[in-house]
């Protein structure tokens, strides 16, 4: 989808089936040297996907640029929520 350019919305869902955890995924922000830091955990949250690695994806959260690690994602959608709630939303181009 980013290749054709249609928006790209990634759901980070709540903490279902089991609403008294409390995980939260880790978003971070890019350094001017390169590495990654913490800027926020969230969840119950909409991004969208703006670039796509291996190891990284590049989100916009509220107009700031920031990453996900896509393995941290995958274990949270794992442990803490489910993939009825946290995926990407499919956006189909009508005629």
Excluded: Q
Excluded at 21 to 32: A, D
Excluded at 78 to 92: H, R, T
Aim: with cysteine; net charge positive.
């Amino acid at each position: 989808m980013l290749r054709r350019d249609v928006p790209v919305i990634l759901c980070i869902g709540n903490n279902l089936p089991r609403f008294w955890r409390k995980g939260k995924l880790t978003l971070y922000r890019r350094n001017s040297d390169g590495t990654m830091s913490v800027h926020t955990r969230t969840n119950a949250h909409f991004v969208t996907v703006t670039e796509l690695g291996d190891e990284w994806m590049g989100v916009s959260s509220w107009g700031k640029k920031l990453y996900v690690r896509r393995s941290e994602w995958e274990d949270y959608v794992k442990n803490y929520s489910c993939a009825a709630l946290s995926n990407i939303v499919y956006v189909k181009k009508t005629r």
